[in-house]
C-alpha cells in the first residue's frame, strides 16, 4: 500500500459555498502502485445540501470516493472537474464527472460510478443545467439501488440525490414533488444536513402561504447558518429578506385565542397603492362573504385566491388594495388583508369605510352554510378585535345591514351566524 498525504489548502478567494478554504485535499505517492484515496470535493453548494455543508460544518464531513486502482482511468477526471470546478465552468466539470461514471462502469467500480454521478448532477444543478441534471441524477438513483442499504456511499449518496431532485423541483415550480423529494432526503440527514433540509422545506411552505408548515420546519432546525440559509433564501425565492413571524401589529396567535393571521407575506401581496387614506379610530366590524365558489382545499390555492381578488380590486376598481382587511378560507385559515393602519374598499362609502374593519368569508354562502372550522374563526377573530378596540356588540354588521344600497352580502346563513354571536358571543370560544 502506499503512503498517504494529507494536507490543508487555503484559498481566500473562494466563493461562499465552497469548501475550498478548509477543505482536506489528499495526495499519494505510490510504492505499491495503489491510489489508496481520492477525495471527492464537495461541489458548489447554492443549490446542493452537500455545499451547503462548507459553510456549516467545520471538518470534512462528506463520502471519499472509494479505492480505486493505481490504472484507473478515474482520478485524472476527478483532478480535471476540480479544476473546472474552481474556474466556475460547472458544465465542463459535470461533463468530466460523467465520464468518470462511464470509466468506473467499466472498471466494474459501482460505487465510484454512483459517486461520480452524484457530482455530476450537482456540478450541472450549480450551472444552471437542469436537464443534464436531472439526467445525472437519474442515473445516479438507479446506481445506488444497487449497493447494499448499509453502504455509506448509497447512504449519502441518497440524501444528494434527492436534495438535488427536490432542488430542480423547487426551481421548477413543482412544489408538491419538491416536499416528497426532501422528506426522503430528511430520512437519513444528520446534522447540518438536516437543518438545511428543514430549511428547503420552509421556503417551499413560505412559497405555498402554509405558515404552519413553515412554523413546524424552522423549529426542526438545530442551528442556524445565517448566511447560508440567506443564499438559499435568493435562490429559491428571489429575496433574502426574511417572512415576518408575526403579522404587523398582532401577536400570533392572537391574544386570548387559539388563532393566527397568516400576513401578507404569505401570499405575496402587492404594495398598498399610493391613494389609501388612513383609518383612523377603529371602532366598527363587518362582515362580508366574497360571493364566489370556493371549494380549493391547500393554502397555496387560498394564496393563489387573495392574489387574484387584490389584481381584481386594484386593476379593476381603482382601489389601493384589497378591499378587505381580513380574509377566512373554508379550512380557518385567517389571511391578512389591507393592513388596518389604512381604510378598505367594503362598506359601500368612504364614511362607512372610516375607523370599520372589513372581515370576508371565502366562498358563496346564499345558500349553504359554512364549516365549522370557518365559522369558529370567524367568532374568535371578532372577538379578539372586539377586545382590542374595545367595541360593543352593536358594532358588529353585516354587509347588507350597513350598506345604503341594497345588497345580498353576505346571504341569509352568514347573516343567521351573525345575529347569534350577537346574541350569544359566549359561543365563539367554542
Not at 98 to 120: F, I, M, Y
Request: charged share 20%.
Amino acid at each position: 500500500m502506499g503512503s498517504v498525504t494529507r494536507r490543508r489548502v487555503s484559498d481566500p478567494q473562494a466563493p461562499w459555498w465552497s469548501t475550498a478554504s478548509w477543505r482536506t485535499k489528499w495526495g499519494a505517492r505510490s510504492s505499491g502502485g495503489r491510489l489508496s484515496r481520492l477525495v471527492r470535493r464537495r461541489l458548489p453548494g447554492m443549490l446542493t445540501v452537500a455545499g451547503l455543508f462548507a459553510t456549516t460544518g467545520s471538518c470534512v464531513t462528506s463520502v471519499p470516493v472509494p479505492p480505486v486502482g493505481a490504472e484507473s482511468g478515474v482520478p485524472p477526471l476527478w483532478t480535471q472537474a476540480e479544476r473546472y470546478l474552481h474556474q466556475k465552468r460547472y458544465r465542463l466539470a459535470g461533463d468530466r464527472y460523467r465520464d468518470a461514471a462511464r470509466v468506473a462502469s467499466l472498471e466494474g467500480n459501482r460505487r465510484t460510478k454512483a459517486e461520480s454521478l452524484v457530482a455530476a448532477g450537482e456540478s450541472y444543478l450549480t450551472g444552471g443545467e437542469r436537464t443534464l441534471s436531472w439526467l445525472a441524477f437519474s442515473d445516479a438513483k438507479q446506481t445506488l439501488s444497487r449497493l447494499t442499504p448499509s453502504d455509506s456511499v448509497r447512504v449519502s449518496g441518497t440524501i444528494r440525490v434527492n436534495s438535488g431532485l427536490g432542488d430542480l423541483d423547487f426551481l421548477a415550480g413543482r412544489l408538491g414533488n419538491a416536499v416528497t423529494h426532501y422528506r426522503e432526503a430528511l430520512a437519513s440527514a444528520r446534522g447540518a444536513t438536516r437543518d438545511s433540509l428543514h430549511y428547503r422545506l420552509s421556503l417551499v411552505a413560505e412559497k405555498q402561504g402554509d405558515a404552519d408548515a413553515m412554523s413546524a420546519n424552522r423549529r426542526q432546525i438545530l442551528r442556524d447558518d445565517v448566511v447560508a440559509f440567506r443564499r438559499l433564501r435568493q435562490t429559491f425565492l428571489g429575496s433574502t429578506q426574511e417572512a415576518p413571524k408575526a403579522t404587523p401589529g398582532w401577536a400570533v396567535p392572537l391574544p386570548g385565542t387559539p388563532l393566527a393571521v397568516r400576513p401578507r407575506s404569505t401570499w405575496a401581496a402587492e404594495a398598498s397603492r399610493s391613494n389609501v387614506t388612513p383609518m383612523g379610530r377603529i371602532h366598527r366590524i363587518t362582515v362580508h362573504h366574497t360571493g364566489d365558489e370556493f371549494v380549493a382545499v391547500s393554502a397555496a390555492d387560498t394564496a393563489s385566491t387573495l392574489k387574484r381578488i387584490q389584481k381584481h380590486h386594484i386593476r379593476n376598481n381603482g382601489w389601493a388594495d384589497i378591499g378587505y382587511h381580513f380574509l377566512i378560507d373554508p379550512q380557518g385559515r385567517v389571511w391578512e388583508g389591507r393592513s388596518l393602519a389604512h381604510q378598505g374598499a367594503h362598506a359601500g362609502s368612504p364614511d362607512l369605510n372610516r375607523g370599520n374593519v372589513g372581515i370576508a368569508l371565502l366562498g358563496n354562502y346564499k345558500a349553504r352554510h359554512p364549516g365549522v372550522s370557518q365559522t369558529n374563526a370567524l367568532h374568535q377573530l371578532m372577538d379578539a378585535l372586539r377586545r382590542r378596540y374595545s367595541m360593543p356588540l352593536s358594532q358588529v354588521f353585516t354587509h347588507r345591514e350597513i350598506r345604503p344600497t341594497p345588497t345580498d352580502c353576505p346571504g341569509p346563513i352568514i347573516q343567521g351566524l351573525v345575529n347569534d354571536y350577537r346574541r350569544a358571543p359566549a359561543l365563539a370560544s367554542r
